[in-house]
């Protein structure tokens, strides 16, 4: 159980205070969100379970999009072996490490920009933590939220984790080159299962493996960056960020 925000439980965290905890965070969310605007950079929160192929999907998008500078953060309890993967792809990344916590939250997002020594970004990728529940609860000042689900999840997920599904802006169905061996699989049973939970379900199937699907993610990140607003990026991440704030739950490696 995380020892942050209670994940919502009201026998560890009463209403009154996590509703302050949301508060605040969306407080700095909206601090981060201005920072990312100011600096040209659609950001991406990427969510989905553990081994859902998060970490992969970053590196075939650095494939797919060489043309634009990505960076990323990733959140771990304990390791920071998806940030060096991130950068064994040439990717800039750090990790942000929770210790017991299950989720990023804004200020933990906002401690880890304080602390960027990278370059500048076109597209800048939160890898949150894995987890299909507080994830989803949780605004990092992000532009939009995408759930990566790997085949050998199953359909069930979105029905089983509504939340996480119903605060997606797109869910990216990972590892197909392994349907053929997942007799229990079908996509068409996954879009269904999205279409009654999400408000606007949109889903695309994809194998970092093969590349299928590569190219409508692609197109999907160039549309949704084209129709935002950025200014031209100036200096690295945290350039313009000098007050100080303190974050005793988490560290950024």
Same mark, same amino acid.
């Given at each position: %159980?995380?020892?942050?925000?209670?994940?919502?439980?009201? #026998?560890?965290? =009463?209403? *009154?205070?996590?509703?302050?905890?949301?508060?605040?965070?969306?407080?700095?969310?909206?601090?981060?969100?201005?920072?990312? $605007?100011?600096?040209? %950079?659609?950001? &991406?929160?990427?969510?989905?379970?553990?081994?859902?192929?998060?970490?992969?999907? &970053?590196? #075939?998008?650095?494939?797919?999009? /060489?043309?634009? @500078?990505?960076?990323?953060? =990733?959140? *771990?309890?304990?390791?920071?072996?998806?940030?060096?993967?991130?950068?064994?792809?040439?990717?800039?990344? $750090?990790? &942000?490490?929770?210790?017991?916590?299950?989720?990023?939250?804004?200020? %933990?997002?906002?401690?880890?920009?304080?602390?960027?020594?990278?370059?500048?970004?076109?597209?800048?990728?939160?890898?949150?933590?894995?987890?299909?529940?507080? !994830?989803?609860?949780?605004?990092?000042?992000?532009?939009?939220?995408?759930?990566?689900?790997?085949?050998?999840?199953? !359909? *069930?997920? !979105?029905?089983?984790? !509504?939340?996480?599904? @119903?605060?997606?802006?797109?869910?990216?169905?990972?590892?197909?080159?392994?349907?053929?061996?997942?007799?229990?699989?079908? /996509?068409?049973?996954?879009?269904? +299962?999205?279409? $009654?939970?999400?408000?606007?379900? @949109? %889903?695309?199937?994809?194998?970092?493996?093969?590349?299928?699907?590569? #190219?409508?993610? +692609?197109?999907?990140?160039?549309?949704?960056?084209?129709?935002?607003?950025? #200014?031209?990026?100036?200096?690295?991440?945290?350039?313009?960020?000098?007050?100080?704030? *303190?974050?005793?739950?988490?560290?950024?490696?």
């Amino acid at each position: %159980m995380c020892d942050v925000c209670g994940c919502g439980d009201p #026998a560890i965290v =009463s209403e *009154d205070l996590h509703a302050k905890i949301l508060s605040d965070n969306d407080r700095v969310a909206d601090h981060n969100r201005d920072h990312f $605007r100011s600096h040209g %950079m659609l950001t &991406i929160n990427l969510m989905g379970s553990p081994g859902a192929g998060k970490t992969a999907l &970053i590196e #075939a998008t650095k494939r797919m999009l /060489p043309d634009l @500078r990505l960076a990323a953060v =990733s959140g *771990d309890l304990a390791t920071d072996h998806d940030s060096a993967r991130l950068e064994a792809a040439g990717v800039p990344a $750090r990790t &942000i490490t929770t210790g017991t916590a299950c989720h990023l939250d804004a200020s %933990m997002v906002h401690h880890a920009l304080h602390h960027w020594d990278g370059p500048a970004s076109d597209l800048f990728f939160i890898e949150n933590v894995g987890n299909l529940v507080c !994830p989803a609860i949780y605004d990092l000042g992000q532009a939009a939220n995408v759930v990566a689900l790997s085949v050998t999840e199953g !359909p *069930d997920k !979105p029905l089983k984790y !509504p939340v996480m599904f @119903r605060a997606a802006d797109l869910v990216v169905l990972t590892k197909s080159d392994l349907l053929p061996h997942l007799q229990d699989v079908d /996509p068409a049973q996954i879009r269904d +299962a999205l279409a $009654r939970v999400m408000p606007e379900p @949109r %889903m695309l199937v994809v194998s970092a493996t093969t590349g299928e699907g590569l #190219a409508g993610w +692609a197109d999907w990140l160039r549309a949704l960056r084209a129709n935002a607003k950025p #200014a031209a990026p100036t200096g690295s991440v945290g350039s313009e960020h000098e007050h100080h704030h *303190d974050h005793d739950h988490a560290t950024f490696d």
